[in-house]
């Protein structure tokens, strides 16, 4: 199958929800990007909720399963499966891989089903029954899948490794991140006094507000900045942390300074204005708000997490990398970076690398082998 009929395929998406966080914006910016092609595309929910879903193309249809749980989904995916199955299932994050294999296996259907990583297999070490089971079922199931794919090349050698799958298995697929609608969205007008005192540089986070993204060492590490009152900290996201991060501000005394607005519907408009954004997290595999801020042109300093960061970055050369959890190397780091000139056209050079062009290009790349080659 080539290019010319892609336009004949039949692809379906499937995935929890749409709720705000870094993979369902994914899914999003790779559906924009289907429908540019003019590939028939369906997205399949579990539940049809969430922040972006205003955002789906109206060309995309949307279908609702209407469980609470994804493990819920796993009879009512095969029951649509069976009746519209669709050339490939493209399934999104570990839970609903899982229940994709399983709702699949015992079908005699044409469907070819590939799985996305979105997260290092190796961060499931959780203390809750459902994390703990994540890794023997995704060892025992993702054998069943026609393709098995990880948003980075550290992701995919870690899925290898934890799963015993064989060495070069794990296909790479780049997070479709940037694209024409960023670039309008970050030009949009903000209103906020902290963006009036042009005299105090902005740092700026992003993330959910979770153990992974690792906000309390950013704060702390903000407060030991030799002169912290010389520039603010804003970090935009809603999580389960937030009670004990706002209590850590308060404790600190900070609260003049450091500021959670909750999750912000555009957050490139706040990058657009940053002197500096700063990842903190302990875990990643693709981190795409560490590609938005390039694409902002915003000065970067990340901690070199499994994994993501220093492949986006190249080993430093677009941004420091710095320890995970060491807040003094990360206050340093931003005073570093806050000292220094950047150059945004280059920065932006860097993030052009992971385009909704390009990803929906590997994509598609991908999914005509699977359909030509069963």
């Known amino acids: 199958m080539n290019k010319n009929h892609d336009t004949e395929m039949r692809l379906a998406c499937f995935l929890p929800s749409l709720e705000g966080g870094g993979a369902e914006r994914v899914v999003v910016n790779l559906l924009r990007g289907l429908v ?9 929910l579990a539940s049809a909720h969430g922040s972006y879903m205003d955002q789906v193309p109206p060309q995309v249809e949307v279908v609702d399963l209407g469980v609470k749980h994804v493990r819920q989904a796993i009879w009512p995916l095969r029951r649509l499966l069976k009746e519209q199955p669709p050339q490939v299932l493209i399934s999104h994050l570990s839970h609903a891989n899982l229940a994709a294999v399983l709702a699949m296996r015992p079908l005699e259907i ?5 799985l ?10 959780g203390t809750t029954v459902k994390d703990r089971l994540i890794q023997p079922l995704a060892r025992w199931l993702f054998k069943h899948a026609d393709a098995v794919a990880a948003v980075s090349r550290g992701a995919a050698r870690d899925l290898e490794e934890q ?7 794990v296909h790479v697929l780049y997070n479709p991140v940037v694209d024409a609608s960023l670039e309008q969205k970050r030009q949009e007008s903000l209103s ?13 986070g992003i993330g959910r507000l979770t153990e992974q993204k690792d906000f309390g060492t950013l704060i702390r590490a903000y407060a030991q900045i030799a002169n912290p009152s010389s520039c603010r900290l804003v970090i935009l996201g809603e999580g389960e942390e937030r ?5 850590l501000v308060r404790q600190l005394g900070l609260e003049e300074r450091v500021l959670l607005p909750g999750f912000v519907e555009n957050p490139y408009a706040w990058l657009n204005r940053a002197d500096l954004f700063v990842l903190s997290s302990r875990w990643e595999a693709l981190p795409t708000v560490l590609i938005e801020a390039l694409a902002c042109g915003v000065k970067v300093v990340a901690t070199d997490c499994p994994s993501g960061p220093a492949e986006i970055l190249q080993d430093g050369r677009w941004g420091r990398l710095v320890p995970m959890q060491e807040e003094q190397a ?14 945004s056209g280059l920065l932006q ?8 062009e390009s990803a929906v290009d590997q994509y598609l790349a991908l999914i005509r082998e699977l359909v030509t080659n069963p």
């Not at 009670?243 to 209590?247: G, R």
Request: net charge negative.
């Open 116 to 125: 996305v990583e979105h997260l290092t297999m190796s961060a499931y070490k």
């Open 192 to 204: 906020h006094s902290w963006l009036d005192a042009s005299d105090q540089p902005l740092v700026v």
């Open 330 to 343: 990360l206050a340093a780091a931003m005073e570093q970076a806050l000292a220094e000139q950047g150059d």
């Open 243 to 247: 009670a004990e991060l706002e209590e």
């Open 349 to 356: 050079q860097r993030a052009a690398d992971f385009s909704v």
């Open 163 to 169: 799963l015993r799958m064989p060495s070069e298995s």
């Open 36 to 44: 540019e092609r003019q590939v028939q595309t369906q997205l399949i």
């Open 110 to 114: 044409p469907t070819r089903l590939l």
